[in-house]
């Protein structure tokens, strides 16, 4: 059975060509379905959308053909390990990549430069990987970016704080190339290079 596309608020504006508040206005008016996380966070099938637009009489942009550079940015203060995701990454044929050594840079970074993918880690000097998920689901402007955590600090509890400030992706390092290339793909749908 072929899993459905899920998309964000931001995916689902960009999809119909609309603003994120006419999306989330449609949501509270009743006129567009779609499901939410457990923290509250909307997600939409594109069936949703396609129905909803048809409904509406709503013009889809069309899809450009060649795919927009995807934006990643890797909060990490290990050295070793970002040089290990830039290899990972080239893997990839479009993307751009910004790198945090701290979670407080990474926070300024993810505010002005609205990254589609964030890989983060847990401990961090200056700001916790935590704090700065807090912080960007807290963001109207970022509460919906795509955010893979890699840690080797992963408790239950910290896990279940994770996935309760909704982290798409939660790896275990040491972490498998092969996994984190499959959580990158399910995220952002990046083509492999040739």
Do not use: C
């Not at 931001?10 to 779609?34: C, D, F, H, P, T």
């Not at 040089?83 to 407080?104: I, W």
């Not at 689901?137 to 279940?160: F, G, M, Q, W, Y």
């Amino acid at each position: 059975m072929e899993k459905k596309k899920i998309l964000k608020t931001n995916e689902a504006a960009a999809y119909l060509g609309v603003s994120r508040s006419s999306i989330i206005n449609w949501v509270k008016q009743g006129l567009l379905e779609g499901g939410s996380t457990p923290g509250g966070h909307l997600r939409f099938t594109l069936e949703d959308l396609n129905s909803f637009a048809e409904s509406r009489s709503l013009d889809i942009p069309a899809r450009q053909s060649d795919s927009p550079v995807m934006k990643i940015l890797l909060v990490e203060d290990d050295e070793a390990f970002r040089l290990f995701l830039r290899d990972a990454l080239e893997s990839f044929s479009s993307y751009e990549l910004k790198e945090a050594p701290d979670g407080m840079k990474g926070a300024m970074l993810a505010g002005s430069w609205k990254p589609d993918l964030i890989i983060l880690d847990v401990r961090m000097p200056n700001m916790n990987g935590m704090d700065f998920l807090k912080l960007i689901r807290e963001n109207p402007e970022t509460a919906d970016t795509s955010v893979i955590v890699a840690s080797a600090h992963l408790s239950e509890d910290i896990r279940k704080q994770l996935e309760d400030l909704d982290a798409d992706v939660i790896l275990e390092k040491p972490v498998r190339l092969a996994k984190l290339i499959a959580s990158v793909q399910k995220l952002l749908n990046l083509p492999l290079s040739e």
